[in-house]
């Protein structure tokens, strides 16, 4: 393919590790334990969110491939993981709409 590989827990590519070495952001760094490679996760996540075209899925999905036959695989990969945590949310926490009698005050 093109020469890079992913590195981490968050499989984070190292063609994008070329961009931040300006920053001294090395490999070594992202493949430590503990939240840098995901707060680098997050900060691509709102970058391809931020300026890639398409639905939020979509752009989403660009942080594993901007190919389109695999960015529909994560895509919707994507789009059922949310359901199911939208599901297990709603399923478990008090939200305005389901207040418990005599619970809250106004």
């Known amino acids: 393919s093109n020469g890079t590989h992913d590195v981490g827990s968050m499989q984070f590519n190292t063609a994008y590790l070329q961009d931040l070495s300006k920053y001294g952001i090395t490999p070594d760094h992202v493949a430590k334990p503990g939240c840098y ?15 890639d075209k398409g639905d939020i899925w979509t752009k989403a999905a660009n942080y594993h ?42």
């Open 65 to 106: 491939s901007r190919t389109p036959k695999y960015n529909v695989k994560y895509r919707a990969d994507l789009i059922a993981k949310a359901t199911k945590w939208a599901d297990w949310l709603e399923n478990r926490f008090i939200t305005e709409n389901n207040k418990m009698p005599g619970v809250y005050t106004d």
């Open 37 to 51: 490679a995901y707060d680098l996760a997050a900060w691509r996540v709102r970058l391809h969110i931020k300026n």
